[in-house]
Every structure is written in structure tokens, then in C-alpha cells.
């Protein structure tokens, strides 16, 4: 079994993209975020031709996120109890969607950006984290395998920005962001990808602003934190860096964690 994540950073954009990676990579759930979508924007029937149920959550044209999955979708929860929300009046955004699939719960998150260190959105990433922390705690508790897929928007060590000296005043970086994150791995949960994709410069993100893709300056801000029962199971990831080439790509490169004897490799998908 296979699972990805991935912030395509509109899918109205990025659709074509979207049905090729699918048919060439070959994963069985793919959890999307950045659709940029309202409900009836999002073009379900490119998926679900392609042998996916799709569940998504979106808006208005900001944020937006979504699980497609070939190994059935039950019992969809759209956002999470204690969602900060945010805004005037404040209200959740469309941050957060859940689906059991193939006996994986599996949760697809795009956490706020931050921003600046000393912006509301700041406080409110902070807040929205812990919320999650906490649910992901219930969530996990009976050993249901548990996957939460998504954008963290936080690089959680130096290795995993093209520059600490550059970041050393800007978000993704700071050390609340880095304690917010590693409160997941405190509480049990594992990095899936990081032990098959290890080192500097193994990055899932490039701004597109630069020439930051050539120039390799990048951040590792994707992620598919696992339960331990999900860990165990765990057995390859890869980061499709080749997806974030050519013309039309999105910012950020897929990451994939492959389960039960599947190792996720790019050479594997590339022969099926």
C-alpha cells in the first residue's frame, strides 16, 4: 500500500498534473492540499475516472484540501474538534479532512503558514498545532494505524532549510514552530519518510521566486507523520523531486511512504 502527500497549490491549475503522477506513481491514497477550490470546483470526475473516491473540503479559493483514495473512503470528518479557526468573526478554515481508507486513518492537513514571527497568523499556526496534537493523541490511542499527511509549514531541523543563517528571523524555523512539531514525535508519532530520504538538501519544497528550484534552496515542510502501529508497518518512502520540474508544476514535490513491503522508490514506479 501506498500513501502520498501532496500541496499542489491549486488543483484547477494542476489537474493534468495531478491524473498523470497518479497513473505513473501507482499510490493507493493520496492526501492533497492547497486545492484553492470551492466543493463544486474541484474536479472530481479526473480522479474517480481513474478509479478514486475522492473526499474534499473547500471554501473559497484560499486553502482547500482533499484524500483520494483506490482502497474505499468511510467515515469522513471534515475539520477537528477544537479548530482554532481564525479571522472576524473567526471561523475554521479548510485546513483539515479525515477518511478511513484500506483500514488507515488517514488526515490531510494543511497547517496555517505563520507568516512573520510577530503576525496573529503566528499564534494562530501555534494554537491550531496543539489542537491537533491533542486529537491526534484520541485519535491514536485504540492503535487504530493513524496517518496525518500534509504541508506542516515548520522545518523541524537545520538540515532541512537551504540556509539557517537566511531563516534565522522567519518562520518554519523559529523554536516555538520546532517545539510544536517535535510534540508530535514526543507523543509517539514517527517521521515515515525521513529514515529512506535522509540528509541536507533532501527538500520538498521550493519557492518559486529566484531560481530557488535550480539554485537548490529549498525546505523540507512535507510530511506523513505515522502512529506506531502505522510505524511498524512502514517500510520505504521517496520524494518525487522530479514532479516539481517543467512547466506547471507546484512548489512543492510529492512525498510517498510505502507500507507493507512496498518501498516507494521512484525505480519502482517508474516500471509499473
Not at 121 to 146: C, F, I, N, S, V
Request: hydrophobic residues 40%.
Amino acid at each position: 500500500m501506498r500513501i502520498a502527500t501532496w500541496n499542489v497549490n491549486s488543483i484547477r491549475s494542476r489537474a493534468d498534473r495531478v491524473e498523470a503522477w497518479l497513473q505513473r506513481s501507482d499510490v493507493d491514497v493520496l492526501a492533497i492540499q492547497e486545492t484553492k477550490a470551492k466543493e463544486e470546483q474541484f474536479p472530481h470526475h479526473r480522479f474517480t475516472d481513474l478509479g478514486y473516491e475522492v473526499a474534499h473540503h473547500g471554501i473559497n479559493q484560499w486553502n482547500g484540501v482533499a484524500i483520494l483514495s483506490r482502497v474505499g473512503i468511510e467515515d469522513v470528518a471534515i475539520g477537528f474538534d477544537g479548530d482554532p479557526g481564525f479571522g472576524d468573526p473567526i471561523a475554521p478554515e479548510a485546513r483539515s479532512i479525515g477518511a478511513t481508507c484500506g483500514g488507515v486513518r488517514v488526515w490531510s492537513l494543511y497547517v496555517p503558514n505563520g507568516r512573520a514571527l510577530d503576525d496573529p497568523h503566528m499564534a494562530y499556526k501555534l494554537a491550531w498545532l496543539e489542537q491537533l496534537r491533542q486529537r491526534a493523541g484520541d485519535w491514536a490511542a485504540d492503535g487504530t494505524p493513524l496517518a496525518l499527511c500534509g504541508d506542516w509549514n515548520v522545518a523541524p531541523q537545520d538540515e532541512d532549510v537551504w540556509s539557517m543563517e537566511y531563516f534565522q528571523d522567519k518562520t518554519h524555523v523559529s523554536p516555538p514552530e520546532r517545539a510544536a512539531f517535535n510534540a508530535f514525535l514526543d507523543d509517539g508519532f514517527v517521521d515515515l519518510a525521513r529514515p529512506y530520504t535522509p540528509g541536507p538538501g533532501t527538500y520538498t519544497y521550493w519557492d518559486y521566486q529566484q531560481l530557488a528550484f535550480p539554485k537548490r534552496r529549498g525546505m523540507r515542510i512535507d510530511f506523513v507523520l505515522g502512529s506506531a502501529s502505522l510505524a511498524e508497518r512502514a517500510s520505504g518512502a521517496a520524494i518525487d523531486r522530479e514532479e516539481r520540474k517543467g512547466k506547471g508544476a507546484s512548489d512543492h514535490a510529492p512525498v510517498i511512504v510505502g507500507l507493507d513491503g512496498d518501498d516507494g522508490s521512484a525505480a519502482e514506479r517508474e516500471a509499473k
